[in-house]
């Protein structure tokens, strides 16, 4: 029988995606599943991205330049220059989604064997792109009790070695929704300039930050023009989740010169993904204050609820649209199988990623959830009453009445 790669084996099942066969299952059967396990927000597309589809009206839909349609990133460029970063069209790649594009870079920019640090939890399918290009993480631990802020700049220098590349950030953080502070940049920056490391930074989530914060990009940070590597995307900004349409943005040109070379190699990024996405740049701005209010709104019905749940504990995030839970559970992966699998409080349950697919280190996460405000407030009452009941119910239930 012909064999399967040593790269396929390792390849890690996705923590938010794995209880999947749970879920269809108790759905077949009738009961009705709130999902807390993803980040598929129920915000609508902007009306005028949509029209865009409806109103094409090209008899060929044509292979495009590898980067992307220029016109697009002409329009990209503006949009960054909008909010202080400073680029030009050529130094912006469009790609598959972020995950495209992240992978690409660290094809791009690390060997196999090569280690890049990253503090966790972190958002799990970097290891699936890690394991595609060969690439070992190596976690630095941020504090639950912190909020999860970044861990102390020694820690990082703790763990740099000769074959460390990179230290790759998510900000806001995907899945704590903590989000970095333009000192906390800095002192990575510092970092990263004393050993000749790439900042690969995450930025997806950078138009979803709470009480009054703003966001700080890496590429606004002074003297990193050849080492800050960003990573954006459609996805989650305009709720164009399904249109594949993402970026990378770096002004270091031996990157991009290496970059296209993976991007010819797939031809051309999403056709209609673009049109969309150039559709949606002039989204309104009240469009976004909109999202933001009823985001925060969200957040803290979960938030609030989560740490109204006895034994439950619950930090209140900054950024995105994720929060880390910390349950009266030890193991919560058994536990999120089980409200599936198990528990029905009126003909409903409610799913969950265990957190322990966040982490590298062996061990940690595993009293712990991720959990995505991405649907409303009634529903996520809902479902945080499905949570308080199953943990009622649950035998392993540790906290001490």
Request: proline content about 6%; overall charge neutral; some cysteine.
């Amino acid at each position: 029988m012909p064999k399967i790669s040593q790269t396929g084996k390792v390849m890690p099942a996705s923590p938010i995606r794995k209880l999947v066969p749970y879920s269809e299952q108790a759905k077949k059967n009738g009961v009705k599943v709130y999902h807390l396990n993803i980040g598929q927000p129920d915000i609508h597309t902007p009306k005028q991205a949509l029209a865009v589809l409806k109103e094409y009206k090209g008899e060929v839909v044509e292979y495009c330049h590898s980067a992307g349609f220029e016109s697009y990133r002409r329009a990209l460029a503006k949009q960054y220059a909008s909010i202080g970063i400073n680029v030009n069209y050529n130094q912006i790649m469009v790609t598959f989604g972020g995950s495209e594009g992240l992978i690409y870079v660290l094809m791009s920019t690390m060997d196999p064997d090569d280690e890049m640090i990253v503090p966790e939890p972190y958002y799990t399918n970097y290891n699936s792109f890690a394991t595609m290009a060969g690439v070992k993480i190596v976690p630095i631990q941020s504090s639950f009790e912190s909020g999860f802020a970044l861990p102390p700049i020694s820690e990082f220098e703790k763990k740099i070695t000769p074959k460390t590349r990179a230290i790759l950030i998510s900000n806001p953080n995907n899945p704590t929704g903590y989000l970095y502070s333009k000192e906390e940049l800095l002192q990575i920056r510092d970092i990263a300039l004393k050993y000749d490391l790439y900042i690969i930074a995450d930025e997806v989530y950078r138009d979803f930050c709470y009480d009054g914060t703003t966001h700080t990009s890496v590429m606004e940070i002074e003297g990193l023009d050849q080492n800050a590597i960003l990573i954006d995307s459609t996805s989650k900004r305009y709720s164009e989740c399904g249109i594949r349409v993402g970026f990378v943005v770096t002004k270091n040109q031996e990157v991009l010169d290496t970059l296209m070379k993976f991007a010819q190699a797939r031809l051309s990024p999403p056709y209609f993904g673009q049109l969309v996405g150039m559709a949606s740049i002039d989204t309104p701005e009240s469009y976004f204050q909109e999202v933001r209010a009823e985001y925060v709104k969200r957040r803290n019905c979960l938030v609030n609820g989560l740490n109204k749940i006895p034994g439950v504990s619950c930090p209140m995030p900054k950024g995105a649209f994720y929060t880390i839970a910390r349950l009266p559970i030890d193991d919560c992966e058994i536990f999120c199988k089980w409200m599936l699998e198990t528990f029905r409080y009126e003909n409903q349950t409610v799913m969950m990623a265990p957190a322990a697919g966040f982490y590298a280190t062996e061990g940690l996460g595993k009293n712990e959830v991720r959990l995505a405000y991405v649907n409303n407030c009634e529903y996520l009452e809902k479902a945080l009453k499905c949570l308080e009941e199953g943990l009622k119910a649950y035998p392993g239930n540790t906290y001490s009445k």
